[in-house]
Each structure stands twice: as structure tokens, then as C-alpha cells.
């Protein structure tokens, strides 16, 4: 795109700061990292919640780049944020894995809230600005902001998968969905699965004509082009933090404190119930009732990061997680060693990339996952090309990390089978995945990434 010219405006439910001792600072992150830069050439704004609950914040500057916040009151967070986003869509998009609510008090806070980021939007995007909207919290954005202002350029990506229309049509609200998102001249998805499952909704649900390829929506006077724009990581940065001497210290500090066992597997997730950390953890736990793992050569690490505390699903999923660490480590460790480390908590980055180097395995088995992006930080850091990555086959990191080990985390043999085909796979065979995984992350990077879609955007 001719972003040059073309002032980008970003929103998001977050602005991509936290505050600190010194004020504000961005927070990490590829995405973060990739935007700040573009926003800052082109003098542009990013428009998001701040994470406080209610009151009102001035708009202020880091690193150069204007934030806008949006308030939401404590209504708000119940309503738009943990019903309607985390607690209908966030279920329904990922395979209907737990049940959605479908609470009308819920919708009608989403539509408020989606109003307000569209009339912000409308008020600091100047002319002919390129409006980049993120994620299911704002659907209805591009429709309203379409209306107010004609004239700016519109975007919406998708980081989460979008379902199949027997699923979406779940959605009392499924047509004004799909209308707010044809308000979009660019509707992006991370695979090519969700570009045609919106694709069908929108001929099922709406008016619309589409071309013989599907890549474009034309409806009510405007055309829709949809795409999938698969988003990576910043590849440079994690190979340089494993590079550094203290990381490689630290790694060997870890396993170390392990134990030093012959194989250290790895899970690091959110604690989310898509990521299959249960299933996982039954799968390790079959392993070492059957032998196929050896609680004197083998050590699971299990990091879940606290998130959405606020909603049931996250904590019964976190019951059922500690109870399942609790029973195989009841079952398999001897003192001083247990059989699974489980952490319920955030590491900082550099931690994080030290276990990465620690872990000989990586556990990604998610149900369903829009990218996932943990696979690719694990790769990005085996600078030795070494170490082996099982992942599920229903992560969009999948289309791309083909030299994985496939698993389908449905299947507890499926499950136990890629385990211990990691865990036996022979030195020359994980070099050799490894390294054509880490060559495709390099050719697609998360600059790559946003390059491509705002390309497309600006290119109509
Ligand atoms: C959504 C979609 C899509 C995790 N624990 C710690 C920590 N993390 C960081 C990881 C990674 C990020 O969080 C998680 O990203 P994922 O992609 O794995 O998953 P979601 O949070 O569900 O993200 C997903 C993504 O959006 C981007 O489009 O890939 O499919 O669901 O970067 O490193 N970071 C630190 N400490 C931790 O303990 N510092």
C-alpha cells in the first residue's frame, strides 16, 4: 500500500500499552511491534479500551504514536466483553467447544460498544485514512464507520477462526454480523477455511453477489474483497533473545533445576479450554502409566497463563488442569521429582524464550486455534535447528508448519502416537523438519504479514 500517503488508524479492543513505574510503555508482541512502526511514519492513532474499568482517559502519546482510549464502564466489561466476546463468540468460533450464551442484554451492550469505537474512529481518522479494525469484539465496527465516513479505506482481520455456517448460524444475530463486517473493503482471516466459511455465511445469511472465485462480496452498493492473511511472529527477535549468552545460561539453569532429564516436553498456552491442555496432560499421563514415558528420563513442563478469570468456563478448566497435574504427579513422581511442572502463571519474555531453549519437545494441541503463535516462537528460538514441535492439525499454524508432527488432538491415540513418535524421532529426521519450519517463518514474518494486508487494502 501507499502508506506513505494514507494515515493509518488501528483499533482494537486493547490499546497495546501497560502502565509502569515510568507511565506508559507498549506492550510486547509481534503484532504490537509490527504496527507501532506504520502508525508512527504515517502519524497515525490507535483507538482501544486501556483495561481500566470506567472513567475517562485524555488521549495521550508513546513512542510517538497517538492512543485513543475508549471507556467502558463495569457494565461494559460484563456485557460486550466477557458475555458477549468471550462468552458467545469466543465459544461458537471455536468449534462450539463449550457452550455459547446468547443473552439479548449482551448483544445490545455489543452493538453500543462496537458504536462507540465506529463514531471515535469517524472522529480522529482523517481524510482518506486507512481504518484497520481487529477481531471479533469489533464486528459491527466496519458497517457503522462505512456509514459516517465514505471516504476512509476499511479493514477487518480476524484473529480467531470463523466457523462453519452450521455453527454460525447459531447467532440469533448471524445477518447483522455479516453485514457489519461487508462494511469492510477488506475482510482478512488467518486461513483459507475462514475466508470460505464467511464466504458461504454471507451467501446463506445475506443479499449478496460473489465472483466465480470467491474473493469478492459485492452487497448494498460496495464490494467486499476476502482473503487470508496468515499472521506470524518477530522472527529476528526471538532468534536474537535465544541467541544471547544469559538465555542460553538460563535454559541450562532450567533443566537443570529439572533434574536434567534426557527430555524435556513443553506446553506453554493461555488457560483457555480451546488450547487442549487437558487432553495433553491425559495423553502424558497415558505415556507414563504405559511405560511409553520414564518418569527418571522424562519431565513435562506445563506454563498456563492466567486469563478471562471472570468467565466459568476458565475456572472449571483450570480445576480440571490442576487435578489432572495433581493425579499423575500423585501417580509417577518421587520426592523432589515430580513428572509435571505445571506454572499458573505469566513469565516474563526472557524466561519464556529460555524454556523454549530448555523444551526438546513442544506440545501445541489446541481443539482449535486461529494461528497460534507459540508454535512459531518455539521454532524461531531452535537456532540448532534441533527439537521437535507437535502440533495440532487444527491450528492455522498447521497450513504452514507442515513439517510437524500432525496430531489430532481429538484422539487420545492420535495424541499418544505423535508423543512418542517425538519423542524416538531420530537426530538427523528433527533437523530436518526443523529446519524447513524455520525457513518458512523466516519467508513469512509478522512484517510480511501486515505488508500483505495493508497492500491489499490500499491497493483497490
Ligand atoms: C489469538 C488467537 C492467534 C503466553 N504465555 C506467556 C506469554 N505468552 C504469549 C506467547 C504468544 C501469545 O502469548 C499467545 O499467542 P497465541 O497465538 O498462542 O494465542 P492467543 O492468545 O489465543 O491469540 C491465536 C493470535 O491471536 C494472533 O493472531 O495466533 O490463534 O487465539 O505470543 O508468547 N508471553 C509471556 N509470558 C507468558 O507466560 N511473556
Do not use: C
Not at 500499552?17 to 509490527?34: I, N, Q, Y
Not at 466489561?77 to 468449534?95: K, Q
Not at 477455511?193 to 459485492?218: E, I, S, T, Y
Not at 464490494?223 to 536474537?240: K, L, Q, R
Request: hydrophobic fraction near 40%; charge should be negative; glycine fraction near 8%.
Amino acid at each position: 500500500m501507499d502508506n506513505g500517503t494514507r494515515p493509518l488508524i488501528v483499533a482494537a479492543n486493547r490499546l497495546p500499552v501497560r502502565w509502569t513505574d515510568e507511565g506508559w510503555e507498549t506492550s510486547p508482541g509481534g503484532l504490537v511491534r509490527a504496527l507501532i512502526p506504520l502508525l508512527r511514519e504515517s502519524g497515525g492513532t490507535w483507538v482501544g479500551w486501556n483495561g481500566t474499568v470506567g472513567g475517562h482517559v485524555d488521549p495521550f502519546e508513546v513512542e510517538g504514536v497517538s492512543m485513543h482510549p475508549i471507556a467502558l464502564d463495569a457494565d461494559d466489561v460484563s456485557r460486550y466483553y466477557e458475555g458477549f466476546a468471550n462468552n458467545t463468540v469466543w465459544p461458537l468460533y471455536h468449534d462450539a467447544i463449550r457452550d455459547s450464551t446468547f443473552d439479548g442484554a449482551h448483544w445490545q451492550r455489543y452493538r453500543d460498544v462496537n458504536e462507540r469505537f465506529a463514531v471515535t474512529l469517524a472522529n480522529v481518522a482523517p481524510n482518506n485514512a486507512v481504518v484497520w479494525v481487529h477481531d471479533y469484539h469489533l464486528q459491527l465496527v466496519p458497517g457503522i464507520l462505512r456509514r459516517l465516513r465514505p471516504d476512509v479505506a476499511i479493514g477487518w482481520f480476524n484473529h480467531i477462526p470463523f466457523p462453519p455456517l452450521e455453527l454460525f448460524q447459531r447467532l440469533p444475530w448471524r445477518s447483522e454480523i455479516i453485514e457489519g463486517l461487508l462494511g469492510a473493503d477488506l475482510v482478512g482471516f488467518q486461513r483459507d477455511l475462514g475466508a470460505r466459511n464467511f464466504v458461504a455465511a454471507a451467501h446463506q445469511l445475506v443479499n449478496v453477489v460473489g465472483d466465480a472465485d470467491d474473493h469478492w462480496l459485492h452487497h448494498d452498493g460496495h464490494s467486499t474483497m476476502v482473503g487470508a492473511f496468515p499472521i506470524s511472529i518477530d522472527v529476528d527477535e526471538f532468534e536474537e533473545r535465544a541467541a544471547g549468552r544469559e538465555t542460553r545460561r538460563r535454559a541450562a539453569a532450567i533443566r537443570a533445576r529439572l533434574g536434567d532429564p534426557e527430555v524435556v516436553l513443553l506446553g506453554i498456552d493461555r488457560l483457555d479450554y480451546t488450547k487442549g491442555i487437558g487432553s495433553r496432560l491425559r495423553a502424558v499421563g497415558d505415556l507414563f502409566d504405559s511405560g511409553g514415558l520414564d518418569p527418571h528420563r522424562h519431565v513435562f513442563v506445563q506454563v498456563a497463563t492466567p486469563t478471562r478469570d471472570g468467565v466459568d468456563h476458565y475456572a472449571e478448566e483450570r480445576h480440571e488442569i490442576e487435578r489432572l497435574v495433581g493425579a499423575i504427579n500423585g501417580d509417577h513422581a518421587r520426592l523432589g521429582y515430580p513428572v509435571v511442572h505445571y506454572l499458573h502463571r505469566t513469565l516474563d519474555l526472557d524466561e519464556l524464550v529460555a524454556l523454549y531453549r530448555a523444551g526438546d519437545i513442544m506440545l501445541v494441541t489446541p481443539f482449535r486455534d486461529g494461528m497460534n503463535l507459540v508454535a512459531k516462537e518455539y521454532v524461531a528460538t531452535r537456532l540448532d535447528d534441533d527439537g521437535v514441535l507437535v502440533l495440532s492439525e487444527f491450528t492455522g499454524a498447521a497450513d504452514q508448519l507442515s513439517e510437524a508432527v500432525l496430531v489430532n488432538p481429538h484422539d487420545p491415540h492420535s495424541l499418544t502416537d505423535g508423543i512418542s513418535a517425538a519423542v524416538d524421532m531420530h537426530r538427523h529426521d528433527r533437523r530436518a523438519r526443523m529446519s524447513a519450519m524455520r525457513a518458512t517463518i523466516h519467508r513469512h514474518d509478522v512484517t510480511h504479514w501486515a505488508d500483505g494486508f495493508l497492500k491489499t487494502l490500499g491497493a483497490r
